[in-house]
């Protein structure tokens, strides 16, 4: 089919271009007789037709070249209808977002490592089931298990300056409890320094292996966004509209058919003692049919992205519709060079707003595996091999 419409194609180009040879042979020949009648004509009935000829010779021309020119170009849609949106609407739907204290449900994740990504290479390993509960001011406890079977894989926990991870599953070199601090900063464990081009998908290994390097603390802000600061003259803001080209992602549309979507950027630029202003949060409300937030990335003190997260999908959380909240969540760490996909796999089962105890958030190391201390750069064997 492909192949007959390429030939298709290439005849009506093939004829298109043969009757623009045509048009401009005749437009010549009927041109090149005319000038020839005019050699018999008196000098006065030739000053009276000259205007007319050449008002007629441009015509011919502009005929020509309208032929030879005409293309047709598909242009993407823009999405309508866009809602108007102030400043202050647009913190009231953060802030709807981070009245939320509490979440406790189930999720599907999906790790997938770009740490080659500058040789065009990403790991995609397999799926696995999780249960989260995010408690603010920054606590988060993750347990990581195989599909179906439910045997554990990870743990991981943060009380909002520390974090404690313990690997369960994998070779023996991976199995440990890794303890850190949050806002340090670390080197990738047990960097294999393989060839991109020699990467392959190998299941647990891999996957074992970046779950050690990551971090739970990162959850806590995709999955419970910040308030703004409104009331703090340390920060400003800064409303914009922009309009971006992307897949049509609406159901039954064509694979590769694009679209133009419209958005609202709100910027939240923190100020230092200079009264010097760098962007901090940088917020993506989808425009379409309602006010969304589609899209929330962080930057550090020098202007390079930390986050870069992505939400779609809301419904209604809660057993009794409390509120609605993004479903399907995409967390980026560009300089971790890993992506976390997150699902909740049944958002009305989903626990809003319970009050969870501090030691909830500090696990411990109860299965006796080998413990590395990053902050003392220290490997401690089990006392029970």
Known sequence: MKSFALTTKSLFVSFNSDLTKLRSLAFSCALENTLL???????STKSLLRPALCVLFAFGLLSISACSTHKKVEVPQLLTPLVEANTGQLHAEINRLASVKSIHGKVDLQFEDNSFAEAGVADKYRSADGTVTIQRPGKVYLVIQVPVVATPVAQMTSDGEHF??????????????????NNAVYAKLDGDGSDPKKKQRRGEKETVSALSNLRPQHFTDALMIRDTQT????????????????SDTRPGAKKSSRVVRGYYLLEELSLNSSRQAHLHRRFWFDRVGSIRLARLQTFDDHGLMVTDV???????????AQISLPTHVV???PQDRYTVS??????????I??????????????????????DTHKDTPTSNP
């Open 37 to 43: 009648m005019l050699n018999f004509l008196p000098c």
């Open 164 to 181: 404690r991870i313990a690997i369960l599953q994998g070779e023996e070199k991976y199995r440990r409890f890794v303890k850190g601090t």
């Open 231 to 246: 009331g703090n003259e340390g920060f400003i803001y800064s409303q914009s509209e922009f309009f971006q080209e992307e």
């Open 310 to 320: 992505a939400y779609d999908n809301d419904k209604l959380f809660g057993e009794n």
């Open 331 to 333: 967390l980026t760490r």
């Open 342 to 351: 997150i699902t909740y796999q049944a958002p009305e089962s989903v626990i």
């Open 353 to 374: 707003d319970r009050e969870y105890k501090p030691e909830a958030f500090v696990l411990e190391n109860k299965w006796q595996l080998p413990e590395v201390d990053l």
